[in-house]
Structures are given as C-alpha cells and as structure tokens.
T-cell receptor, first 116, second 113 residues
C-alpha cells in the first residue's frame, strides 16, 4: 500500500500568493483529516471529512483557508492569500472507521510551507 | 480548546538507558495514543490504549492508560540510537479512527551512543 500521499513536499512562496496543498488518502479510507504543525502550537486539527463531506472545520484559522474533497481519493487545502504566519508543516491523515478499537489514523509525510 | 500537557519537553539519555514520558489532560479521553515522528516525516502510531487502566506493550515500548482517563505514560526500555525522534501523546474522544486527535507538544528524545 502506498500510504497517504501529499504534494508538494516543500513549498516556498511569497506573501499574498495562493497556495494549494494536495492529499491522496489510503485507498478505501473514509475519513480524511488535515492537521497543521508549528513550533508554538504543535499539531492541531484544521478540518476533517467523512465520505468526502466536511464534518468539522472549526480549526480552520480564517476565511483565507479552504478545503475540498471532490472525491474519495483526493483532497486539497488552499490558502489565499498566504501570509508569513501560515508557515508550518501541513499533514494529511486518513482512517477507516470500523469496529470499536480499530481505525488508526495514518499520516502522510507532510508539506513544509514557507511564506516569505 | 482541549490541551494535553506532555513532559518532559526534551531528554538526553545514554544508549541502553530506560526512558519515561507522560501526558496529562484536563479532559477525559476514550482513547490515548502514542506517536513517534522522525525528522521530515509524519507521525507514526506506536501504541493505542482503549480502556482505563490498560497496560500495553509493543516490543521495548510500554504504555498505560490512567484509570481516570486523563493521563498516560510511555516507557522505552534499553534505548537504542534509532529511538531518536519526537514522541507525541494524543487523545481521542472516540474508540475508532473517526474522531480528530488532540496532541501534546511532544517529547524530543536524543540518544547518545
């Protein structure tokens, strides 16, 4: 199994530019999570989807952030316009919710974003 | 929001020594998990705990879920160089993979050969 795939792995952009991060979850998984990791705040949930439908987006910092999941095998996280404080590592994770005590969340390698 | 207090923030130990780190929360969680993150990679699950008081081992790793459901510890015995990394505790409200994780700030482990 290929695992969770994220692209790009690294992104350097200038303030004000649009940034799009991409995620391909593990095939068959029905939950997809976007987390952000910073030195100050650690790992925090941004948004998560179930069967392509957003369930909770309360962690999205502000209107500059948006996420979509057009199908079961693809999700995007977009920042427009980007700001230096958005610099962080963005992780995508997926899981298959099943019986109790199952359904580990598997993380992708992350996208390291630097906004200058 | 919910927060997990993880300690220590960092540790420097000699190869072969045992390691202990812990996590506490003001909230009750139904599931506690321990992840490890290597440089440039995403977190990888080490141990999952589902029942209060549960003690679970995975090789040299042992973790326990506190009976109050508000704390957990992770022990690593006989540390080796590849144990280097950042260890995170995480709490989860559900018992399966369908609820978000709340993470501690991590314990950075360095092993001196």
């Amino acid at each position: 199994d290929a695992g969770v795939i994220q692209s790009p792995r690294h992104e350097v952009t200038e303030m004000g530019q649009e940034v799009t991060l991409r995620c391909k979850p593990i095939s068959g998984h029905d939950y997809l999570f976007w987390y952000r990791q910073t030195m100050m705040r650690g790992l925090e949930l941004l948004i998560y989807f179930n069967n392509n439908v957003p369930i909770d987006d309360s962690g999205m910092p502000e209107d500059r952030f948006s996420a979509k999941m057009p199908n079961a095998s693809f999700s995007t996280l977009k920042i427009q316009p980007s700001e230096p404080r958005d610099s962080a590592v963005y992780f995508c994770a997926s899981s298959l919710a099943g019986q109790d005590y199952e359904g580990t969340q598997y993380f992708g390698p992350g996208t390291r974003l630097l906004v200058l | 929001g919910q927060q997990l207090n993880q300690s220590p923030q960092s540790m420097f130990i000699q190869e072969g020594e045992d390691v202990s780190m812990n996590c506490t929360s003001s909230s009750i969680f139904n599931t506690w998990l321990w992840y490890k993150q290597d440089p440039g990679e995403g977190p990888v699950l080490l141990i999952a705990l589902y029942k209060a008081g549960e003690l679970t081992s995975n090789g040299r790793l042992t973790a326990q879920f506190g009976i109050t459901r508000k704390d957990s510890f992770l022990n690593i015995s006989a540390s080796i160089p590849s144990d280097v990394g950042i260890y995170f505790c995480a709490g989860q409200m559900g018992n399966s993979g369908n609820t978000p994780l709340v993470f501690g700030k991590g314990t950075r482990l360095s092993v001196i050969a």
